[in-house]
């Protein structure tokens, strides 16, 4: 166990709905990642919050958003759902942000999956 | 942006013998280099990693080695196990960052 948790472990909903994914990170960890896992792009990192602002973007489409709320649990929005999106959703937190030249370790979650019927 | 690559795509090993993964990078300004084990239906877990100051980590049944020049690095498991059958992702991240990029994973298969 990681101690990364997120809610829900599966998700169904049909095309053009919105659904919210939450994550809590480990405790004492400031930096949540977002990542995308599907068949056929992979695993692929979409966003990373500090302390609740965010801190990098990667391939995360303008339908979907995030944020980090003071308790420092995230949550991933996706809306207009499109029948590509049904894929694994895992997130990860870490210790600070990876900048001063160390990267930190990250733990990932159960992961949230999403099918978009 | 960087690129890693991950190869075999597939590996089938007998129980005992070693199993070996291989992963190269394109961004020389990647420092850190992590390797993740999947399960079926759970989230990548960290079974080792290495970084760009050091050549070579072991930990019990696992290595890891880095070829900075070269920009490969590879992941070596001996006396296999039934257990040790997953997904292997291999991953590089840029100095002064914390974005993970993924190789393609390789699926292990331990037989008995």
């Known amino acids: 166990d990681s101690g990364v948790t997120q809610t829900p472990k599966h998700l169904i909903t049909a095309t053009g709905q919105r659904v919210t994914l939450r994550c809590s990170p480990r405790s004492g960890d400031l930096s949540v990642y977002w990542y995308q896992q599907s068949l056929d792009q992979g695993l692929q990192f979409l966003i990373q919050y500090y302390n609740g602002e965010e801190r990098a973007k990667g391939n995360i489409l303008e339908r979907f958003s995030a944020q980090q709320f003071p308790d420092l649990h995230s949550e991933l929005n996706l809306s207009s759902l499109e029948l590509g999106d049904s894929a694994l959703y895992f997130c990860?937190?870490?210790?600070?942000?990876?900048?001063?030249?160390?990267?930190?370790?990250?733990?990932f979650g159960p992961g949230t999956r999403l099918t978009v019927l | 942006g960087e690129n890693v690559e991950q190869h075999p795509s597939t590996l089938s090993v007998q129980e005992g013998d070693s199993a070996v993964i291989k992963c190269t990078y394109s961004?020389?300004?990647?420092?850190?280099f992590p390797w993740y084990k999947q399960e079926l239906g759970k989230g990548p877990q960290l079974i080792i990693d290495?970084?760009?100051?050091?050549g070579e980590k072991k930990d019990q049944r696992i290595a890891v080695t880095l070829n900075k020049t070269a920009k490969h690095f590879s992941l070596h498991i001996t006396e296999t196990q039934p257990e040790d059958s997953a997904v292997y992702f291999c991953a590089a991240v840029k100095a002064a960052g914390n974005k993970l990029t993924f190789g393609g994973g390789t699926r292990v298969l331990v037989k008995p």
């Open positions: 990860a937190s870490s210790v600070a942000t990876g900048s001063g030249g160390r990267t930190d370790t990250q733990y």
């Open positions: 961004d020389s300004a990647s420092n850190y």
């Open positions: 290495i970084r760009s100051n050091v």
